[in-house]
């Protein structure tokens, strides 16, 4: 009688989910995410595309506001950025850095590594098409020249900055940018409500371009939005020269840098720590 009633009034649990239900939750969504359709899943990317550049987009005209004085910007411009990978995350939009924890459920021997590379490849290239959407629809909107071209000064800047480093630096940037994004991801799978998925994600996205940390998807709408505007404001004096070249480097490097951060340090750490031997 007592399981009959049970049955009929189940009860939800308000508690996080432990680490050990995180790692089955991780694995499910890791088949399920590869094995969408293709279209679907380059659909979705292009929305996580869309997501990301319009959260960059914001911390960019935070940060070039004049009625915020520079030391204000930096410190309180990242915790706007941390918007499009939220709405990204909370709605289901696919996104290449996230999409490294894969990796747990290729280990764990539920998909094939061709899977997972090819998941990644599609949803790389949602991005990509996302990220041009956006920055094609800001730039023609005649918004980059707000602030009497600060914002667009600030942009070449920024984005200068990034390609001011080695490729070694700029793999371990990609590596500690995942690091805190996947990490963000994996504590919002502990989150039962929005809520807690939005508190889960918020410091550890907004730490990344706080500290300096970079992530694919983000360079994207940079490099992007720099290319259109580098005509216009080319009087701009650039600590590193903005090429095509050193932009398709950066996104390579700090692409393979994201699996290495999300995908090893977080994702097959998590898989021995929890799933080795039990399978």
């Known amino acids: 009688m007592k399981e009959a009633k049970e049955r009929q009034y189940p009860v939800f649990g308000l508690d996080a989910y432990s680490p050990e239900q995180v790692v089955e939750r991780v694995m499910k969504v890791g088949v399920k995410k590869v094995r969408l359709p293709y279209s679907k899943t380059f659909a979705l990317g292009l929305l996580g595309g869309c997501y990301i550049s319009l959260g960059a987009l914001y911390q960019v005209v935070v940060m070039a506001n004049p009625d915020i004085s520079s030391t204000a910007g930096a410190v309180i411009s990242p915790l706007f950025y941390a918007m499009g990978y939220t709405i990204g995350f909370i709605s289901g939009a696919e996104i290449f850095t996230s999409n490294n924890l894969t990796v747990m459920s290729y280990a764990s021997g539920l998909v094939k590594l061709y899977e997972i590379v090819r ?42 900055a990034k390609m001011d ?84 480097l950066s996104l390579v490097v700090v692409a393979f840098g994201n699996i290495f951060g999300g995908g090893v340090l977080i994702g097959l750490s998590y898989y021995f720590i929890f799933v080795r031997g039990k399978i």
């Open 165 to 248: 480093y080695t490729i070694l630096q700029m793999f371990l940037l990609g590596v500690l940018g995942n690091l805190l994004i996947v990490a963000g991801v994996w504590l919002s799978m502990a989150g039962r409500t929005v809520t807690d998925k939005y508190l889960a994600l918020f410091l550890p996205l907004s730490a990344v371009p706080a500290m300096g940390f970079q992530h694919a998807t983000g360079n994207m709408f940079h490099f992007f939005l720099s290319f259109l505007l580098l005509n216009d404001y080319s009087y701009v004096e650039l600590p590193t020269e903005i090429t095509l070249l050193q932009a398709s």
């Open 119 to 160: 998941n990644w490849l599609i949803v790389l290239a949602g991005n990509f098409l996302g990220s041009i959407v956006i920055v094609t629809m800001f730039f023609y909107s005649g918004s980059a020249g707000m602030f009497d071209g600060l914002l667009a000064e600030n942009m070449l800047l920024v984005t200068s």
